[in-house]
DNA sequence: GATAGTTTCATACAAATGTTTGAAATGCAA
DNA sequence: TTGCATTTCAAACATTTGTATGAAACTATC
């Protein structure tokens, strides 16, 4: 191929519009508009508009997923081939908070791309969204092999939990910012990781959830120290 | 006015249709088809299709929010003006994963519709969920009653995990189901409600927590070493 | 420099969609 | 019944949308 120029420049218009205005509203007219190429180069490129979207979000994806894994293996490479349930969770959460949250973030397209992929949940996403539960099943290995006994369950609801959270402050920053009226700190990443972390291993270190939630997790967090020596 | 089949027919329809289908590929002629009324009808009563989904919106929405400060106030005349912590978090998260989670309410038509407004986010929707801070507002205060002393900053970022958790979990059951190889029981929401409350109060009371779990930088800026009488 | 393959372009297509219209039907009160 | 307001209806409107087409422009190879 001679030069990518067109392809890409439907990439870069397509994810700038999209981050901007959101998948609704935004035709493949006004994406050719703004890379300046014509109309017919998007099928020509993409096949279709789902596949220029879907292109765009598995990039991004993989991207992320690839920053996941890479933090995983470190983690568990310092650990002997066992990691520390935090270190396992930081590499969860961390890679998606830290591309879509931040201070200097605000101006980087991928970012807001994805936090609009995040909240708008449109077919040709969706359907990539679902292959990651291969994915995850990678991160609920390592967490089985940092809590031995522990039954599968906890594992995957502590595992549910910190995506919750790490996914719902990615899509609902706006209006945790409104509710705090700006005394949440969503540019302080680092310690936003930190709390998501911290509570998602409470979440996974709190034993078994009876009927009664007046339960106290803390001599299971004891036996947990145990273990995890 | 005469009766209100038609309006209500209409109501009906688009609520079901809207539940199975999404709101991305439900257009008004499927709408008027299955209420079996005229095309016209459905802009002679509610004006455009966005003002449609709207009223669906907020009649759910009304339902739930109702349903939150009754239980908000029964948790605080019990206590005699306060709440305990766990109450409040129960009131926050239990009548929306009540609406949505269950066995029983898989035929049940507005959950289903509920969890659609939650995954896909279409304008009229996002309008009247960007109101929704009021409401909050309602929760924040009686937790700030709860935990007098506790630094606002803590009781906001508790209120939106609470939240995160609730409707991650509504929103992603389909995917914890598969990945957990159905394990995880979605239909026992009394457990799931004890689960978020538990986790949701736990990362409230972090701070109270003597054994903190890491020996993280973490949330100093969040630890009030003065704490609730 | 001719040729084959690739890319770009203007334009047309076809289908879908929310909305409007004006007349017909219906309900209700006097 | 008559008259008036409300409601229903079939049909059309006016866009907007993604996609397809076929010719033209370009590129690289021989």
Not at 60 to 67: G, L, M, P, Y
Not at 78 to 104: K, N, Q, Y
Request: hydrophobic share 45%; with cysteine.
């Amino acid at each position: 191929m001679a030069s990518d120029h067109t392809r890409s420049a439907i990439l870069a218009a397509a994810e700038r519009l999209y981050a901007d205005r959101g998948f609704g509203d935004v035709t493949l007219r006004d994406i050719v508009a703004e890379a300046n190429v014509n109309l017919a180069a998007v099928n020509y490129h993409f096949g279709s508009k789902d596949e220029l979207i879907a292109e765009l979000f598995v990039t991004r994806s993989i991207q992320t997923n690839r920053e996941r894994l890479n933090e995983l293996r470190a983690a568990e490479d310092a650990g002997g081939g066992r990691a520390a349930i935090e270190d396992i969770m930081r590499a969860l959460v961390g890679p998606t908070l830290r591309g879509c949250l931040g201070p200097d973030r605000e101006g980087s397209t991928a970012a807001r791309f994805m936090i609009r992929a995040s909240i708008e949940s449109v077919p040709p996403i969706r359907r990539i969204k679902n292959r990651e539960v291969d994915h995850l099943r990678k991160f609920a290995a390592a967490m089985r092999r940092a809590m031995p006994g522990r039954d599968d369950t906890e594992l995957y609801w502590g595992l549910h939990f910190a995506l919750a959270m790490a996914h719902h402050t990615i899509r609902e920053k706006e209006r945790l910012l409104r509710l705090s009226e700006g005394k949440c700190d969503l540019d302080d990443v680092r310690a936003i990781i930190d709390r998501v972390v911290t509570v998602s291993v409470m979440a996974l270190t709190m034993g078994d959830v009876p009927s009664k939630p007046a339960a106290r997790p803390v001599l299971v967090h004891g036996r947990l120290t145990r273990q995890d020596l």
